[in-house]
């Protein structure tokens, strides 16, 4: 099947792109090739056995399981030493800081600078009196890291902090909303996000130091959840609008301006989300409704090469599926394994309450592993492989982690 199709998308929108839209915007390998559709990846219809089961030697809720409050997005410091996750109350949200033991090291809630500050536009139903926080990123020494705030104000922008409390400091300051940030692996003072300030939702570079701010996109069309590669030269970026977007990689030249330069990984017109390097750089994972079924309520996981020499469309793309029927984590993305052999997602079971499954590409296996959650989301990997992800328990979202018995083959 060639994959081009005319027919219905579904949108996969974030929390941050809706509200951009509300607000008038258009942000709205041999050993490591990914599984070819039918090679060892499950497809449709095809498993009649339940295959062999990978068995963690611990699975427990990070920070307990206190109703009353939802988690949710678990972001791994560098060095894995540290998990950052979002923790609803109410209308707010903060960032909660633990180690991987439970303790809670720090909480993120930003408020205004100035009481007395005149109040920004406000979204619709947005009285702005609730501080929300989201979208951390790590700087490369683990010691800061950026987020999204709008201080109780009802404005979007971003703030740097450092690791142990301290004031926030403020990186943009603009009407439009700012966030989807990510801090440069390889920079200590770089940062990328998704400015609506344009008119659509573009990608700027911001110093952290001098908060200069750089536009890099002007292709006329929104981009969202840029990522830098690790060695900080390439960003991988979904690039498009409505239901028909694609993966594009930014970059490849010398300075700001190089970063303007943009390589197309995909251009059909099914609907690639959210692409995530593996650890190594050589690869890019992503979502995409692409399927065999042309069901575009179905979304799969495709790993293409991060030079840009696989197929953007057609049968070559469809190959390079590597996971069928997943739920997409838009916030998180697709979870690569330290050592870019195999991808943890979480599978489209409501009879099994979506469990989380690991494919396998050196050994071409895919394989559930037991955790004994239900309704799981949002899977991110530590350096040390140990799994960190949402759960449900009695109708509230937790963090949980899961230690594997090995790193690879994971079992």
């Known amino acids: 099947m060639g994959g081009r199709t005319t027919g219905p998308r579904r949108r996969i929108a974030s929390p941050f792109a809706r509200a951009v839209v509300l607000a008038a915007l258009a942000i709205a390998a041999a050993a490591g090739r990914p599984l070819a559709a039918g090679e060892g990846a499950a497809q449709p219809g095809t498993a009649e056995i339940a295959p062999d089961a990978i068995e963690p030697l611990d699975v427990r809720p990070l920070a307990g399981v206190e109703p009353g409050c939802n988690d949710s997005n678990p972001v791994w410091s560098p060095d894995g030493s ?33 009481a007395g500050r005149e109040r920004p536009f406000l979204l619709p ?18 010691k800061r890291f950026v987020f999204m705030s709008n201080g109780g104000e009802g404005n979007y922008d971003l703030f740097r902090r450092d690791l142990g409390g301290g004031a926030a400091t403020r990186l943009t300051d603009h009407k439009e909303k700012d966030g989807q940030a990510h801090w440069s692996p390889s920079a200590d003072n770089q940062v990328v996000f998704v400015s609506g ?11 952290v130091s001098t908060r200069q701010a750089t536009r890099l996109t002007r292709g006329g069309q929104a981009y969202l959840y840029p990522r830098w590669s690790a060695d900080g030269k390439r960003i991988a970026v979904t690039r498009g609008s409505n239901e028909n977007h694609d993966i594009c990689l930014l970059g490849g030249g010398a300075g700001p301006e190089g970063m303007e330069t943009e390589i197309a990984l995909t251009s059909w017109t099914w609907d690639d989300i959210r692409p995530v390097w593996s650890p190594d750089g050589t690869k890019i994972a992503f979502y995409s409704n692409y399927n065999r079924a042309g069901d575009p309520n179905l979304w799969s996981i495709v790993v ?16 390079r599926v590597a996971a069928v029927d997943v739920i997409p984590d838009v916030e998180t993305g ?35 592993v037991k955790t ?19 759960a449900q328990v009695d109708q509230w979202d937790h963090v949980f982690l899961a230690k594997l018995k090995r790193k690879a083959p994971y079992r």
């Open 82 to 114: 540290l998990v950052a996750f979002e923790r609803s109350r109410g209308d707010g949200k903060e960032i909660v800081i633990a180690r991987p033991d439970g303790t809670v090291t720090d909480t993120v809630r930003h408020e205004a600078e100035s």
């Open 334 to 368: 697709p979870a690569w394994m330290p050592d870019s052999q195999g991808i943890v997602y979480v599978k489209n079971d409501r009879q099994e309450y979506n469990p989380i499954y690991i494919v396998d590409f050196k050994h071409g296996t895919e394989l559930p």
């Open 197 to 207: 300030r344009t008119g659509e939702g573009d990608v700027y570079l911001v110093d």
């Open 125 to 142: 139903d947005d009285s702005g009196g609730a501080s929300f926080n989201a979208g951390i990123s790590w700087s490369p020494s683990g």
């Open 372 to 390: 004994g959650t239900k309704m799981n989301h949002d899977v991110a990997c530590s350096p040390d492989g140990l799994l960190a992800f949402r």
């Open 304 to 319: 293409v090469a991060s030079d840009g020499t696989d197929a953007r469309e057609g049968d070559g793309l469809a190959a």
